[in-house]
């Protein structure tokens, strides 16, 4: 190395200049010009050689993972510098931790002399090296005290239904009036109302992408590039088409977001503290969520539903290509599990869904230790549901009595509770005003000396238990209160939803969703008669349970309609949708069928005896014990297959 000697030490200087954050200009910023000169003037001054300058402008110093720092770092131990000089610690870094490290044991590890010129630290003296940690640590809290005084502005802001993503989210644009506002985007927002129909309609996200991508339309980030945001070009550079090719993750954060629904969504992931780089994703159900801060592309009841379908993960349709319109929806009325559609075992029927039966899950995997099979016929399922909506459908377009009388039903013990609990709130806002006027006339007494301080704390602390308890008390009136309200609001809404399917002949899972919270099904019963029921709850959106079914499940031999014998055409009702005979002719001729594969079978048993009787003449002498052996068995079973 070239340099000039100080005593005996030669120093290849290199100078670290870091800010925190650009000053918006294009070239350094100014503090960085600042660094630069103060060290070089320092360099020349102490005579030593200026080796390399590194900047890193625009890094935090408690990342120690910056450009030109690594670059210094690699620098050192490659032996092309040996004095490390910056304006002030702080420049080094505001991790104590990081600091410490490189201060007390890489740099000496190294031969390296650092310098930190405001703050009079030098490794070669001792004495200001021992107050440098308390230095290091100064600077950190300076840090974590910035970071949260950030904190606070962005969650303050946040909390004003303030967006504050440096680009608008794909189907919005920020508005032009205020950057922290959303508009909806007119050229791809019929995509996102799309996406969510088709999620409705009960389509996965395979399916979903399928549609999508079959459209050519523009995806997330290559529609971003378009309109000018930087940083996605290199998804799109070794191959064009990947523009236009969506995946189900793309797909998956948009039925997600809440905001589509008109509702600002953050925190989704937090990093633990300042130091820590890692953030870990929350559950969708532990974002926090502003709502109303924008018109939203769909309403807040389809995204809810939507979000209900995905939480299910539910099956568009089993192996036999049956669309199970009830997936997601169907419960296990004693255990909670969710009912499986499966195919019946020995059916086949011209129809799939008279192939299919529901079945408890729990006892699917578990057996009857768990749960028992609750199954029902998803025939019998599909004409119960349709029924009871048009029922309901009916009675909203032509029966205002039932309509009123279900009403009555529903709200009759709310109402009731409703008003006893007014009265109960109205009793106790009286009282915590009298315990505000005690408080008062408590404190005068005080004032006055006309009671003890002992007088005043006992007496006082009985004032604020009570208040804490009405207080919470109130909380817990206020939630009845306001659920019973909604009950009674979602009543109407109901029936003006359900007057929309009047007359309804087919289900599919986009009416299934619509309508309907979840099915409960409950185990088979059998009376003392003889005959079999079952009941189903609906759950209805809006207004929850009304009143259970009972349906008298089908017979599986009773679902296909009677078929002439094709041997003494004899009419008779078929078990099967392949069965050619009665059960007479059926069993003779099983019988027949099973007596002519024995023939066959001894007839392949003696010709196996015979040839091998005849490949055990030509053995030699030597081997005669083993041919009599052979000769022996096989006359025995030549025997037996006579008999």
């Given at each position: ?5 100080t005593g005996?030490?030669i ?16 070239n350094?910023?100014?503090?960085i ?60 870094g ?10 007390e ?19 070669l ?33 946040f ?24 508009l ?36 997330p980030?290559?529609?971003a ?63 926090e ?22 939480t ?44 299919v039966?529901?079945t ?28 009871d ?8 377009v ?11 039903r ?12 007014e009265k ?6 009286k ?8 408080f ?19 007496m ?14 109130l ?40 309508l ?7 185990e088979?019963e059998?009376s ?15 207004i ?13 031999w ?13 009419e ?10 009665c ?7 099983q019988?027949?069928k ?6 066959r079978s ?13 490949k ?9 014990l ?10 025995q ?6 008999m």
């Amino acid at each position: 190395m070239a340099g000039i000697r100080t005593g005996n030490q030669i120093y290849e200087v290199g100078i670290y200049c870091r800010l925190s954050k650009d000053d918006g200009t294009e070239n350094e910023s100014a503090s960085i010009a600042t660094q630069k000169s103060i060290l070089t003037d320092y360099v020349k001054k102490q005579g030593w050689h200026l080796a390399k300058t590194y900047v890193d402008d625009g890094y935090s110093g408690t990342n120690f993972q910056r450009p030109s720092f690594q670059n210094m770092i690699k620098d050192i131990e490659n032996g092309r510098i040996n004095c490390v000089i910056t304006k002030d610690l702080s420049r080094l870094g505001r991790n104590y931790l990081d600091c410490g490290l490189y201060l007390e044991v890489f740099f000496p590890e190294h031969n390296v002399r650092y310098i930190a010129v405001n703050d009079g630290v030098d490794t070669l003296n001792k004495s200001a090296m021992d107050i440098t940690p308390f230095r290091n640590i100064l600077n950190e809290m300076y840090s974590a005290d910035v970071s949260v005084k950030i904190k606070s502005a962005y969650r303050a802001r946040f909390q004003q239904g303030k967006f504050m993503g440096t680009y608008a989210p794909y189907g919005y644009i920020k508005d032009p009036a205020d950057h922290n506002h959303l508009l909806i985007d007119d050229k791809v927002a019929h995509v996102v109302r799309e996406i969510f129909d088709l999620a409705l309609a009960g389509n996965g996200l395979g399916k979903i992408r399928k549609h999508i991508n079959s459209q050519h339309v523009l995806r997330p980030a290559a529609y971003a590039a378009e309109q000018g945001a930087t940083g996605y070009e290199r998804y799109f550079e070794d191959n064009e088409e990947n523009r236009y090719i969506w995946s189900e993750n793309s797909l998956r954060n948009i039925l997600r977001s809440p905001i589509y629904a008109g509702n600002l969504a953050g925190y989704k992931r937090i990093a633990a503290n300042m130091k820590s780089k890692k953030r870990p994703s929350k559950l969708p159900e532990e974002w926090e969520v502003i709502p109303d801060t924008h018109e939203g592309i769909v309403t807040q009841e389809e995204f809810d539903t939507v979000q209900q379908l995905m939480t299910s993960r539910r099956r568009e349709k089993n192996k036999g290509d049956f669309e199970n319109i009830f997936s997601g929806v169907i419960k296990c009325a004693d255990c909670g599990y969710a009912l499986r559609a499966m195919s019946a075992n020995r059916r086949k029927r011209p129809d799939i869904i008279d192939c299919v039966q529901y079945t408890c899950n729990n006892y699917g995997r578990y057996g009857n230790v768990m749960c028992t099979a609750h199954a029902i016929e998803a025939r019998d399922l599909f004409n119960a549901v349709l029924a009871d909506i048009n029922r309901f459908a009916d009675m909203a377009v032509n029966d205002e009595r039932a309509v009123r009388a279900i009403e009555k039903r529903l709200t009759e013990t709310d109402q009731s509770k409703a008003k006893a609990m007014e009265k109960e709130r109205k009793k106790l806002n009286k009282r915590l005003a009298e315990l505000d006027r005690l408080f008062s006339s408590l404190y005068e007494d005080k004032v006055m000396e006309r009671i003890t301080e002992r007088n005043f704390e006992m007496m006082s602390g009985k004032y604020q238990k009570e208040q804490l308890e009405i207080e919470a008390r109130l909380r817990e009136v206020t939630e009845t209160l306001n659920e019973s309200y909604e009950k009674s609001q979602g009543i109407r809404d109901f029936l003006s939803l359900i007057r929309n399917y009047q007359g309804l002949k087919e289900l599919d899972a986009t009416v299934v969703n619509a309508l309907i919270d979840k099915i409960l099904v409950s185990e088979r019963e059998k009376s003392a008669d003889g005959t079999v029921k079952q009941e189903i709850k609906i759950y209805y959106k809006f207004i929850g349970f009304v009143g259970e079914l009972h349906i008298t499940p089908t017979k599986r031999w009773t679902a296909l309609p009677a078929k002439h014998c094709t041997v003494c055409s004899v009419e008779y009702v078929p078990g099967s949708g392949i069965s050619k005979y009665c059960p007479a002719c059926a069993k003779r001729i099983q019988r027949e069928k099973s007596n002519e594969s024995k023939r066959r079978s001894r007839a392949r048993d003696r010709q196996v005896c015979i040839e091998l009787s005849a490949k055990n003449d030509r053995l030699t002498w030597s081997k005669g014990l083993v041919v009599w052996n052979v000769r022996a068995i096989c006359s025995q079973r030549l025997k037996f297959t006579a008999m």
